[in-house]
């Protein structure tokens, strides 16, 4: 089955510093990959769209300069958080699928990454 | 804009128990109806799927149903065993158009299941 591996799991920085979350899909090549921030006790939201090859496509009120995602071939997206700060300490998720438009797609999830900024 | 609301919140039941989480969404024109399963820390993992023309689907001791009509999913776990501890969201794929797989979520069930 598809598998899609999230690394680092967990993660604690300084605050001000930027940090990478790796999102790679293990078994197949996948077209899309989303990125979803989850905060305690609330819903998965989506933060951007990540097409390989092009531009992220971001969420209202997600800051594309804060968050970069870069898709640079079909099996790796990084998540950069730039200067973070306490308030982005947050659970990131990471999903891809295979195909661009199948009806029946199924999205694969990443096991996520808990981000603590100190 | 799609709003994804689940009841009960939080759930507390003794093993052996059949049980059933609400799932309602206020936009009838979805694609499709997915409900997940997520463990404290974990990432999701997919339960069923159930396409806009379906109105249910099973798989095991799980049987999710879909009226599209009135807004409203509903999961019914039968025989509950404390190994079904976790939480459940529901997530759906509207059907308009942009991101063909945006999904919106609920803030999930809490299910915990006694011994």
């Known amino acids: 089955g598809a598998v899609v591996s999230q690394h680092p799991s967990r993660v604690i920085c300084k605050s001000g510093t930027s940090v990478k979350i790796e999102c790679r899909s293990l078994?197949?090549?996948?077209?899309?990959m989303f990125w979803y921030r989850q905060f305690p006790k609330q819903s998965l939201m989506l933060m951007a769209t990540s097409n390989e090859g092009s531009k992220a496509t971001y969420e209202q009120g997600v800051e594309k300069d804060k968050f970069l995602i870069n898709h640079a071939s079909l099996t790796l997206s990084t998540l950069t958080v730039t200067s973070a700060h306490p308030e982005d300490s947050s659970f990131y998720i990471c999903?891809?699928?295979?195909?661009?438009?199948?009806?029946?797609?199924?999205?694969?999830f990443g096991a996520g990454s808990r981000l603590t900024v100190l | 804009k799609q709003e994804v609301t689940q009841i009960p919140a939080a759930l507390s039941v003794p093993e052996g128990e059949n049980l059933v989480l609400n799932c309602s969404f206020t936009d009838s024109a979805i694609y499709n109806l997915q409900w997940f399963r997520q463990d404290p820390g974990k990432g999701l993992t997919s339960l069923l799927l159930i396409q806009s023309s379906q109105r249910e689907q099973t798989s095991g001791r799980l049987n999710a149903s879909l009226d599209k009509s009135s807004g409203r999913s509903t999961l019914y776990i039968a025989a509950s065993q404390p190994g079904d501890s976790a939480t459940y969201l529901c997530?759906?794929?509207?059907?308009?158009?942009?991101?063909?797989?945006?999904?919106?979520f609920g803030k999930g069930t809490l299910l915990t299941v006694n011994p």
């Open positions: 999903s891809a699928t295979r195909d661009s438009y199948s009806g029946a797609n199924v999205l694969t």
């Open positions: 997530a759906v794929r509207s059907n308009s158009g942009g991101s063909n797989y945006k999904l919106t």
């Open positions: 078994d197949f090549q996948a077209t899309t």
